[in-house]
Protein backbone atom coordinates (compact mmCIF):
# COMPACT_ATOMS: atom_id res chain seq x y z
CA UNK A 1 0.00 0.00 0.00
CA UNK A 2 2.62 2.11 1.10
CA UNK A 3 3.99 1.63 -2.38
CA UNK A 4 1.22 2.72 -4.25
CA UNK A 5 0.53 5.66 -2.29
CA UNK A 6 3.71 7.51 -2.66
CA UNK A 7 3.52 6.49 -7.01
CA UNK A 8 6.31 3.93 -7.03
CA UNK A 9 3.24 1.14 -7.82
CA UNK A 10 0.09 0.43 -9.61
CA UNK A 11 -2.51 -0.83 -7.59
CA UNK A 12 -3.08 -4.90 -7.92
CA UNK A 13 -6.33 -5.74 -10.06
CA UNK A 14 -7.73 -6.81 -7.08
CA UNK A 15 -7.58 -3.37 -5.39
CA UNK A 16 -8.71 -1.54 -8.78
CA UNK A 17 -11.68 -4.13 -8.09
CA UNK A 18 -12.59 -2.94 -4.32
CA UNK A 19 -11.93 0.80 -5.54
CA UNK A 20 -14.59 0.25 -8.09
CA UNK A 21 -17.07 -1.56 -5.84
CA UNK A 22 -16.68 1.03 -3.00
CA UNK A 23 -17.20 3.89 -5.62
CA UNK A 24 -20.65 1.76 -6.85
CA UNK A 25 -19.24 1.36 -10.59
CA UNK A 26 -17.85 -1.19 -12.60
CA UNK A 27 -14.45 -1.43 -13.99
CA UNK A 28 -15.91 0.03 -17.55
CA UNK A 29 -17.51 3.22 -16.03
CA UNK A 30 -14.65 3.82 -14.07
CA UNK A 31 -12.70 4.81 -16.72
CA UNK A 32 -15.48 5.77 -19.61
CA UNK A 33 -17.38 7.60 -16.34
CA UNK A 34 -20.99 6.97 -15.79
CA UNK A 35 -22.93 8.44 -18.19
CA UNK A 36 -25.63 9.41 -15.89
CA UNK A 37 -25.21 12.35 -13.95
CA UNK A 38 -26.79 10.52 -10.96
CA UNK A 39 -23.87 7.71 -11.03
CA UNK A 40 -21.45 11.01 -10.73
CA UNK A 41 -23.15 12.42 -8.06
CA UNK A 42 -23.15 9.61 -5.91
CA UNK A 43 -19.60 8.91 -6.48
CA UNK A 44 -18.37 12.39 -5.68
CA UNK A 45 -20.57 12.07 -2.42
CA UNK A 46 -18.90 8.79 -2.03
CA UNK A 47 -15.37 10.61 -2.10
CA UNK A 48 -16.27 12.63 0.27
CA UNK A 49 -16.52 9.72 2.79
CA UNK A 50 -13.18 8.54 2.01
CA UNK A 51 -9.81 9.23 5.15
CA UNK A 52 -7.29 11.12 4.38
CA UNK A 53 -4.75 8.58 3.31
CA UNK A 54 -7.45 6.82 1.11
CA UNK A 55 -7.75 10.35 -1.00
CA UNK A 56 -3.85 10.14 -1.29
CA UNK A 57 -3.90 6.92 -2.91
CA UNK A 58 -6.99 7.85 -5.01
CA UNK A 59 -4.99 10.60 -6.54
CA UNK A 60 -1.91 8.75 -6.96
CA UNK A 61 -4.11 6.76 -8.88
CA UNK A 62 -5.72 9.48 -11.17
CA UNK A 63 -2.66 10.61 -11.82
CA UNK A 64 -1.15 7.67 -13.37
CA UNK A 65 -4.34 7.30 -15.26
CA UNK A 66 -4.12 10.99 -16.84
CA UNK A 67 -0.41 10.30 -17.84
CA UNK A 68 -1.43 7.32 -20.24
Not at 31 to 48: C, H, K, P, S, Y
Not at 51 to 64: A, E, N, R, S
Request: glycine fraction near 8%; aromatic fraction near 10%; proline fraction near 3%.
Amino acid sequence: MRSISIGKALPSMHEFLRICEYLGVTPQEFFTGAGDETDRINIFNRLQDLDDGDIQKLQTFLGWMEEK
